[in-house]
């Protein structure tokens, strides 16, 4: 008898739900998460308990509790609509190239996104109702600029009719498109990472009546991240972690106005495309500063934010 052979092919697209409409699939769902997308976990939980009784050394019933799904997608960063399930809201100005500005919002939208497999018999789940709860933006020397969504789900469909693929049209970017500023307009020279967490605090809600996600929220969001650079000057980021040029401040440290990581095509007019995150309420946490003779003097801070904005410039006239 000749095995089935394995499936290899999968790919995922997304789109946004309605706003008083959570768990219902988009009615369009053909958005790319970026290029070079991986999905590393998709998992479905049921919550099984068992159930003992006086008597009985064995379990009398397995009942299924709430069901939780959870999906990472992983992707090289590209096009910025994702944003908007990070951040809450979007706005596009401009005529060619077009501004996009992305800015937190007390609710965050959900997103339908499609799972297609293709096996020796075809594959499709929709997984509904998912909510970013944690996104991880990271840029290593000698790398891609890599986007990391940890993403909840409240539901599912599952069919044997797959959809067409979905791919990237919008440039990707590595790090020698990327510029740190600390604050803003002041760059910092030998960056060698950066990775900003943007933790939404996301909650999927179930009620009674039914197992499955009835509703979400967005709760207190969280802006944290690390640098690591060839250390040049202690005023880049060892005195604006201690709050002053001479030693620790003896009262509290001030917060640096702002941090932003910008990465950008250097083209101009429509050719141009950029991505900026701007921090604004900005204290450096941690400040590490290991040192070997037969090494460059790296400085490593852990740091930490109080508000996002995202502004990025394309030539799309509206946000997706």
Not at 121 to 132: N, T, W, Y
Not at 290 to 306: L, N, S
Request: charged share 15%; with cysteine.
């Amino acid at each position: 008898m000749t095995a089935t052979p394995p499936g290899v092919i999968s790919y995922v697209a997304y789109g946004w739900e309605g706003a008083d409409t959570y768990g219902t699939v988009s009615t369009s769902i053909g958005k790319a998460f970026g290029h070079g997308v991986k999905t590393p976990t998709l998992s479905r939980k049921n919550n099984i308990e068992k159930v003992y009784s006086q008597g009985y050394r064995v379990a009398q019933k397995l009942i299924s509790k709430k069901f939780e799904g959870a999906i990472t997608v992983e992707s090289v960063l590209a096009n910025p609509w994702f944003f908007r399930a990070v951040l809450g809201t979007t706005s596009s100005s401009g005529s060619g190239p077009y501004t996009h500005t992305f800015t937190e919002a007390d609710t965050i939208p959900s997103i339908s996104i499609k799972n297609d497999l293709q096996l020796s018999a075809d594959c499709e789940s929709v997984l509904l109702g998912g909510v970013v709860n944690i996104c991880t933006i990271s840029s290593v020397v000698n790398e891609l600029v890599r986007v990391r969504l940890d993403t909840g789900y409240a539901n599912e469909t599952l069919s044997t009719t797959t959809s067409a693929k979905v791919a990237d049209s919008f440039d990707l970017f590595t790090f020698a498109h990327g510029t740190l500023e600390v604050p803003n307009a002041t760059p910092l020279a030998l960056v060698q990472n950066f990775e900003a967490t943007i933790s939404t605090n996301a909650e999927i809600i179930a009620g009674q009546g039914s197992r499955l996600g009835q509703a979400q929220v967005g709760k207190g969001i969280e802006h944290n991240g690390t640098i690591s650079m060839a250390m040049s000057a202690t005023a880049d980021l060892l005195e604006k972690c201690l709050g002053s040029a001479t030693g620790p401040s003896s009262t509290s440290v001030d917060e640096v106005a702002t941090l932003e990581m910008t990465f950008t095509n250097g083209s101009t007019g429509t050719s141009a495309r950029s991505i900026a995150m701007l921090w604004t309420g900005v204290q450096l946490d941690e400040e590490s500063l290991p040192q070997d003779p037969t090494a460059v003097i790296m400085e490593d801070v852990t740091w930490t934010a109080r508000t996002l904005t995202v502004t990025a410039v394309n030539n799309t006239q509206t946000s997706a």
